[in-house]
Every structure is written in C-alpha cells, then in structure tokens.
C-alpha cells in the first residue's frame, strides 16, 4: 500500500517534557544561541577597544555592552579577592591547630616548615563532595565523594585506583574500642594507688586542669605565676607520661624561681642542662632524676655561675667524674645543706664523702643510695659531720655493724632520720647502740637484716628515752632457712615481742608503719596490738604484706584501732577472704577475683 508525499508532511517523534515547556513559552534554543554569540561578539570588540584606547583617555563609555562587561570582571575581580581571603583564613587556622605545631617542632628551617604548610593547605583545600577531580594516578575525572582516598603524593585517587591502594597496604588497624564495662578506670585506679597519689572520691579542680594541661601541653606557652606546688605535680605529670623534653623544659625554667625538680631526664642532653643554670639565677634547689648526661661539662658551667644551692638531688649521673665531685664540694658545698645522690656509684664513692667534712659545714641532710663504690671507709667519714640530722644509706658493699656503731656514737643524738637499707649482716649491736644514743629520732628504718633477733627489737623500744617515731620500716627483717622455713627458735628478725614493745613504744605518734616480710609475727601479737581499747591516732599507712598470720579478724581490728587510716597493703595474706572495707580507705593486694585494690564502701 503506496502512502502518499505531501510537500508538507514530515515524520517526528516523540518531544520531551522540557521541549513542550520551552515551546508553550516561546523559548527557542536558536535565539538562545544567537544572544551568546552576540554578547561573546560584543564583549571582544570591547576588550580591543581597550587595548587601543591612548593612556589619559576617558574610559567611561555608556554602551550597554561595555557596562555588562565591566560588571563581570568587576564580579570576577571580588571573587578573586573573596578566594584570597579564605585561603588566608585557612592558612591561619592551619598555623594555629596543634598537629601543625607539633610538626613545626621536628623542622629545623623555616623552608622545611613552608613546605609543611604548602602540603597542609592542600590536603585542606581538596575538592569536596560532588565536585569533580582528576585522579593522582590514572587521569580519569571522577565525582568527589566523602570515601575518596588521598594519594601518597597528593591529590584524591578515583575508586579503582583507591582500591588498589588498599589492596597493596593491607587491612586497615581498626581503633581500640573505648572499655565501656569499666576496665579501664579500675586499671588507672590501680595505677594511682601504686604512684600513692590516688585519693578516694571526685578529683579536685586543680588536679583535673593539671590532666588537661598535659594532654595539650604542646600549645603551653608559659606556666605564670602558679604556685610552687602546682609547678611540681606538672613536673610529676609529664615525666609519668615521658612528656619532658626540650621543648618542654622551658615551661619549669622561671627566672624568679628558686626550685627545679626535672623528675626524668632521659631526654635531656648537656646542653639543656646548661640552659637550667643559664635561665634560673637564683636557684636553691635543683633535683634531677635519670640525670644520664649531666656529664663535666655541665658541672664545669654550674661552677662559672654565682649560684648557691642549698639542696642537690642527683640520679644517674654516672658520667660526672670524681674530679668534678670534689670540685663541685670544694667550690659549693659552703651552701649545701642536704646532699642525695642515687645511682652514682662509678665515681662517687669514699673520696668524695671524705671531702664533706672540710667543704660542707652546713650539711643536715645525706643519702646515698644503691651505691656500689662506698665502703666502710666512707661510713666513717660521714661520721665526722656533726652537723648532719638526715642520714640514709643504701650500700651494695658489705658494711660491718661496728662501723654504723660508730657512727651513731658519733652523731646519733641530734639524728632525726636513721635509715639503713638491705643490711643483711646488721645485728644488734646497731639497736643497740640506737637505744643508747639517740634521742630525737622520728624516722627509723632498717630493711633485710638476717641476724637482729626479737629480743634485740624489744630491747631497743623498752624503757626508750626517744620520743614516739613517725616512720617505722622493718621490712623483711625475717629467718631465711629454707631447711626451717616455720620453726624460728632462735627468733631472729621482728616478731611478736619486739612488735609489740614498738607499738607500745609509738602509740601516739606512729604515722606509717611497714613489716612485710615479718611473717614470725603470730596473730595472738596482732590481737594483742590491735585489741578493742587500742587506739593509733596518727597511723595513715599499714603494710602487713607477707605476714602469714593476718587474717580477715586482725584486718578488722586495725580498721577499728586506726580512725585515720587510708591504706592497708595485705599482698600475700592467703588467710584473708572477706572483709568488710570502711568507707573511704583502701584495702590493697587482697588475694581474691575482686581485684587488687578495694576502694572502701561500707559504713
């Protein structure tokens, strides 16, 4: 069937919705097209009319074309300087965040941190979401979405570029999950309890600031006029977190200050050393812990400058040679009034502490402590310095007890502190000569004595002319027979009579007391101790870890016999189970699923 040609008739297909709206308004894609053309037209012819236009002329022109044209580079003009102004803001924001300065700290030239910011600012400045980018890799134009993964070398990388990325680098480390059934908060409670600086209850104010402060300590510029103490629990804080280095240290050097206490030094060089003596003239007292390079060359700075100390606590230092102890004496130990050195055993040893008589007229204070080059000789020495009220000693040489007998003949009426630890030959000769010639003692402590017995101990506190003692330590003053581990006829170490005399002897004024390891104290002497009409007043701290006998009875009775108690260490008490813990005081090592401390709870 033949189907008629009319001029007129052609063959159309179906028309889209946009096409019926343009049509029904008039709108001809055409005209559209033509207007483009015209006003492309226009502004050309506009732009070399400018160029030919002499210098001086007029450049008003009132051509409806010319004016369309100013307008846009006019628009184009502001945003230029709109695009210039939030990449300044940008950049200062960058210069302000804390990943940007603790960057800055590693760069040593101000090239290597424009880099740094350049590199920034463009990670900042990537394409958001919905825009389109070219891949770093490959070159294809993709759309920006909220997964597109940054390349090594800058830039975003398309999906399957992105893909293989993640192929080559393996499973992603996923984050800890935060404990949410409070493991965590008992684990830092535990630690706290083991600083001894964990205090039952809401943190106070100042502790919660000090948290703070060193969880952004890189954006502190200066510590101001804080006070003393708080200055020190920062020290505390940093050195707990291995936060203090150099560019930290500035924060304690203050040069009205008078005390510096760095609590580690490991990452301390020389010259930061130097730097305390350079930036605190009026330093009094200086204390270093794990001092490892405060070397000669430091101690030859400190002796240029006119700086007086009056306290020095020295760990580790084992670099600083004897010339330079006996140089440091004979140039500062006018001044000196107490003197602590902590493993600096290489040179300080006899020669050095027979200096101190000459040099140091005014020492009240002395220890020494795990020591491996003082020997006999140097005991001797220190009992030459009638001046002295603090004495500790922690010697790894075998000292006879006569020695120390000599020294407490010596200088023991004026001692306020007797401390003697791991003297495992000390007999009782020394209690002896304690009992006979002290008479103001408030610290006494004598650890790991293998041959003093119960009847020396009982001796030394009956009918003794001291007062009451503050500080009692007989840690493992103990029987070590492996052949009789139980049986102890001889009764050496304290037991329960010389335990008890102690307890009668410091009743009022005992403020922490520790026999761990005391395990031949019975729990009939405890009872006795620690019975319904006894009353410590003062006692804030108890150890008893490793005394077989202690049980949930006896640990009853020392929370009822001691008001102000706040901590009760029991670590290896296998006989106590359940006791009930008085509100606000620690029960800690307690051998059962509970866990090591119970934070009291019961009134």
């Known amino acids: 069937m033949s189907r008629p040609n009319g001029a007129g008739q052609s063959i159309r297909g179906p028309q889209s919705a946009l096409t019926d709206f343009l049509a ?14 015209a006003r492309r037209r226009a502004a050309e012819a506009s732009n070399r009319q400018e160029e030919s236009t002499p210098a001086g002329q007029d450049e008003e022109d009132d051509h409806p074309l010319a004016s369309r044209a100013r307008g846009r580079r006019a628009a184009a003009s ?14 200062e924001k960058i210069k302000a965040s804390k990943s940007f300065q603790r960057k800055k700290r590693k760069l040593a030239g101000s090239d290597d941190e424009a880099d740094l910011l350049e590199t920034i600012f463009k990670e900042r400045a990537a ?15 993709f759309t920006v979405t909220p997964y597109s993964r940054n390349s090594p070398d800058g830039g975003l990388l398309c999906s399957p570029c992105g893909k293989e990325l993640s192929e080559d680098a393996g499973p992603a480390k996923r984050k800890p999950k935060r404990a949410t059934n409070g493991v965590g908060r008992r684990r830092q409670i535990a630690s706290a309890i083991l600083d001894g600086t964990y205090r039952p209850g809401a943190k106070s104010l100042v502790t919660l600031c000090i948290e703070t402060l060193a969880k952004n300590i890189d954006l502190a510029e200066d510590l101001g006029g804080l006070p003393s ?27 009205t200050a008078e005390e510096v206490c760095i609590y580690d030094g490991g990452k301390l060089s020389s010259d930061d ?22 070397k000669d060359e430091v101690m030859d700075f400190f002796l ?3 700086i007086e100390l009056e306290e020095f606590y020295l760990h580790g230092a ?11 004496l004979q140039q500062k130990g006018k001044s000196l009034k107490s003197l602590r050195v902590y493993w600096t055993d290489k040179h300080f040893g006899d020669e050095v502490l027979a200096e101190l008589e000459a040099c140091c007229p005014s020492l009240e204070c002395l220890k020494v402590c795990h020591n491996q080059a003082v020997t006999g000789e140097g005991v001797d020495s220190i009992a030459k310095l009638k001046s002295l009220r603090h004495i500790s000693l922690d010697l790894r040489n075998s000292v006879h007890s006569d020695v120390y007998v000599h020294l407490l003949s010596e200088i023991g009426p004026n001692l306020k502190t007797f401390s003697l630890a791991r003297v495992a030959d000390a007999d009782n000769s020394i209690l002896d000569a304690l009992h006979t010639h002290c008479r103001s003692l408030k610290k006494l402590r004598i650890t790991d004595s293998e041959c003093m017995t119960d009847q020396g101990f009982a001796r030394l506190f009956k009918d003794w002319s001291n007062k009451g003692l503050e500080f009692i330590d007989f840690k493992n003053c103990r029987q070590l027979d492996s052949s009789q581990p139980r049986s102890n006829p001889n009764k050496i170490g304290l037991c329960s009579e010389g335990f008890k005399a102690m307890m009668a002897h410091s009743r009022k004024t005992v403020k922490h007391l520790n026999v761990q390891g005391c395990r031949h104290i019975t729990a009939v002497a405890f009872e006795d101790v620690f019975s319904a009409d006894a009353v410590y007043p003062a006692l804030a701290k108890v150890e008893v870890s ?4 202690v049980n949930d009875f006896i640990l009853g009775s020392i929370f009822r016999s001691c008001p102000e108690l706040r901590e009760l260490i029991v670590f290896g008490c296998m006989k106590v189970r359940d006791v009930p813990v008085p509100r606000g005081k620690l029960l800690v090592g307690v051998p059962n699923a509970v866990g090591m401390v119970i934070d009291g709870n019961d009134d």
């Open 24 to 37: 029904a308004h008039n709108i001809s894609a055409n005209q559209i097209r033509q207007d483009a053309e």
């Open 78 to 91: 502001q945003g230029e300087e709109k695009r210039k102004k939030d990449q300044k803001q940008l950049i």
């Open 127 to 141: 394409p958001l979401p919905g825009q389109m980018e070219n891949c770093a890799v490959c070159g294809k134009r």
């Open 229 to 255: 103490m708080v200055i020190d629990k920062i020290a505390r804080k940093l050195s707990k977190h291995r936060l203090l280095d150099p560019t930290t240290l500035h924060l304690f050097l203050q040069p």
């Open 273 to 294: 050393f130097i730097k305390v003596f350079q930036m605190v003239p009026n330093l009094k007292r200086l204390k270093i812990r794990n001092g490892v390079h405060f």
């Open 304 to 306: 240029t400058r006119n």
């Open 318 to 328: 084992n670099l600083l040679s004897l010339t330079h102890w006996k140089k440091f």
């Open 546 to 549: 490793f005394c077989e006998e």
